[in-house]
């Protein structure tokens, strides 16, 4: 069985000698037939984005000067309810806070903690408000640069799969699972999950990704601490933490669904190829990975099944605007339900905030949005039924930007294996 040391493909990247795939690449090849061979790939970088509900951010934050108060007992960042502590930072003015991806503003039921995360990563002021122990209320404002420390752990993240779903019955459901409340009658399907780009789904053996593997979390280094909450060997997932302020806005932010605001994510990871089995493993395509499509009711019974070229190949990852069928007034619902505030008040959209999810092209019935998002054969109770893809809960396009950023630090030799 052929093998390769870490240290071998260590000397090879810093010698400049390295074959380094991202995953896209590899699949592609492998698609288009090419001939690889264990031999021509070191390392093949890894790649996901989606909403991950289970990120938390820890803060340390000045709001007075020292000795103004003893202790805090609740904090708002632009309204969204944190935690103080766990240290009681006694008289210094300064609080420790542990704020949720998931939580919602008391304001503003659309803005949550992954938009407050990703405003904090854009350099926007932030209101801070405390009230104390005995009663005190103090109101500040902090930026990015008033931060000294910032941390995000991830409960459960990247999980390795995940599952469609869709209303078999004639009511609507508001469900975190969808971008909207799903109507009933089976047309709308939504959906989560990389694919074969995942990085636990190239590792279905274990072999590389576990506790202290580096990697890029929301573009910042990171490392996993260890297998998630609630992951089982069906749906592993991780959980993982890096330092925030080396994190980039690009890769987190908000994404607003039928049960409010909820918070996206992105993470690369490495697989070094150290023996064939490794090689085997990365090989996977998504025709051979099932996705599960469930009634969103009950959220863990499967109707059928399908798999994920079905959801991912031969389609758009972003949307066209058509402006010639723009009208501001029939547009409002669309742009105020766009899952990521993407859509400007001319209906243009800003592809910096876009998450691919598809959302605004099914609420628009004139075309000022397309974008071809497919449909998917399933049968329902001895019934076929053709459903439209309506709302995708994973980004594509962050998951290869940042496999490929991934690659690029390899070779840079920024990042160490
Ligand atoms: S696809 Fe449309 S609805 Fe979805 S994030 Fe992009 S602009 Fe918004």
Partial sequence: MSKRSLDDINEKIKKGEANIFTAQELKEAIKNEEDIKFDDVDVVTTGTCGIMSGTAAIFHIGVTEPGVF?????????????FPGPCPNELLGSIDVIAYGTEHSVRDHEYGGGFLFKDILSGKDIDVEVESIDGQKFETSVNIEDIPRAQIIGVRMAFRN??????????????????????GGLDQLSFSGCGDLNPLQNDVSGNIIKEGTKILFNGGPGVILGSGTRSSDAKPNLMLTADMLQMSSEYIGGFKTGAGPEIYDSVAIPIPILNEEIFNDVKI???????????IHGRHLPLTETSYD??????????????????????????KSCPTNAINDNGTIDLDKCFGCGLCVYLTKND???MNLGSVDVEIENKNHNIPITCRQSDIQRGKKISSKLKQLIIDKEFDL
């Fill in 70 to 82: 003893q202790k805090a007992k609740s904090v708002y960042l632009n309204g969204v309810p944190a």
């Fill in 162 to 183: 995940y599952t469609a779903f869709v209303n078999p019955k004639n009511d609507i459901v508001n469900s975190i699972f969808n971008g909207i409340p799903m109507e």
């Fill in 285 to 295: 395509l998504n025709s051979d990975i099932p996705l599960v499509v469930a009634d």
């Fill in 310 to 335: 079905k959801v991912w190949e031969g389609y758009d990852e972003r949307p066209t605007f058509n402006s010639s069928k723009f009208n501001k007034e029939d547009n409002a619902e669309v742009q």
């Fill in 368 to 370: 000022t949005y397309t």
